[in-house]
T-cell receptor, first 115, second 113 residues
């Protein structure tokens, strides 16, 4: 069974500082990996995804993530945090079940950005 | 931008009442999910459909929850009878196997009192 662990339920950074949100996964097959962002009172929005190919994936809003198979990790980074990045971030792993890719989500990490 | 539409956005109901939540997936998407989000459990998969056929609803309490897709433009999630522990935000998401990233609706915030 697939699972996702997000280290740290809350991460606090200063505006302009590096953002690093950690995600480790387990999967019995090569996984598809995702990061979603959720702003208050909204649904989840896809930030980026890894399926195959290049292991460094760039997404929206300046975020990127690197798939490291040896470490079973898919950490999310952004070089310089903005106040508008404050939100809940979810890592998800997906493998194929009966022809569909079913995401399993981590518990989420709340990103707090200080002025 | 295409979006997944969920109605109602908010619902407050009394224990024992029937609740119906609706979802309009993005046109052309053949996979629809229902998730429930709570502080305690995070995001839980309740059910999903592929080409309108239910493939897995093992995450749902069968005695009170039901999910259907009467046509390609409508998915419904019903709770009958509702209980206070059902209070949560219910999300619908749709997608296709050609892109693997799913689009979420804004959710229905359900409060059962």
């Amino acid at each position: 069974a697939q699972s996702v662990t997000q280290l740290g339920s809350h991460v606090s950074v200063s505006e302009g500082a590096l953002v690093l949100l950690r995600c480790n996964y387990s999967s019995s097959v090569p996984p598809y990996l995702f990061w979603y962002v959720q702003y208050p009172n909204q649904g989840l929005q896809l930030l980026l995804k890894y399926t195959t190919g290049a292991t460094l994936v760039k997404g929206i809003n300046g975020f990127e993530a690197e798939f490291k198979k040896s470490e079973t990790s898919f950490h999310l980074t952004k070089p310089s945090a903005h106040m508008s990045d404050a939100a809940e971030y979810f890592c998800a792993v997906s493998d194929q079940v009966r022809g569909s890719y079913i995401p399993t989500f981590g518990r989420g990490t709340s990103l707090i950005v200080h002025p | 931008d295409a979006r997944v539409t969920q109605t109602p956005r908010h619902k407050v109901t009394e224990m024992g009442q029937e609740v119906t939540m609706r979802c309009q997936p993005i046109l052309g998407h053949n996979t629809v999910f229902w998730y429930r989000q709570t502080m305690m459990q995070g995001l839980e998969l309740l059910a999903y459909f592929r080409n309108r056929a239910p493939l897995d609803d093992s995450g749902m309490p069968k005695d009170r929850f039901s999910a259907e897709m009467p046509d390609a433009t409508l998915a419904t999630l019903k709770i009958q009878p509702s209980e206070p522990r059902d209070s949560a935000v219910y999300f619908c998401a749709s997608g296709s196997n050609s892109n693997y990233g799913y689009t979420f609706g804004s959710g229905t915030r359900l409060t059962v009192v």
